[in-house]
């Protein structure tokens, strides 16, 4: 993870690429410089990258930008062409990005765990129609706990401004291990409010991302 200040994090850009398998790691090798130079030189408050092990494209290349405001990922789209990293990843190693969402970051409380976080989580649903940005965002928060007891680390909820399913969210979790993967979804599983909240959304995409950075 690059970037780590005391500021508040309001906008969320994740990026996704296809790469041939024989480029990937090349691709990842670029990723660091390029996640320094939005820190750097846009103000990314967090920078996180990894490869999807499922979800609707296996193998895809992730990276989330994070922002306290939209002006700082304005500066990164100045970055972009003049990084030799982020111009190495698509010259050199071919990856082609499919989607780019912007998210406003929607108010949760979660107190974050202090081990490596090895896997990100993306889930992306659609709310029930009439359901409001603040009811949908409390019921997420009424889960909080139980993705803390599972071995969460980190929790984030976005509402989708720009991409795939604009006006959807999208909730990254980061973890540990798969473990507490598994022990989070057994959690929720035996959940009769979360079931019930789960009923209320349709959930279109789940990924699971092997974390690089």
Known sequence: MLGDKDVMINYIIITAAKCAPENRQKALSYMPEFANELVQNAGALRCRFGVTMSGIVPGALVFVQMYESLSGYEKAIDVMPK??????????????VYVRNVMKAM?????????????????????????????FTGEVQNAAATFSDGGALTMRLGRIMTGTNPGGYMLGVSYPS????????DRLGSS???????????????????LHG
């Open 83 to 96: 990084s030799k990293a982020y111009l190495g990843m698509i010259n050199d190693a071919g990856a082609n």
């Open 107 to 135: 108010p949760l409380e979660f107190i974050e765990g202090s081990e490596e976080a090895k896997y990100l989580v993306l889930t992306r649903a659609m709310p029930q129609k009439g359901m409001s940005p603040e009811e």
């Open 178 to 185: 798969l473990d507490a993967v598994e022990a989070t979804y």
């Open 192 to 210: 009769t409010s979360f079931s019930n909240f789960a009923n209320k959304i349709d959930i279109n995409m789940r990924s699971i991302v092997r």
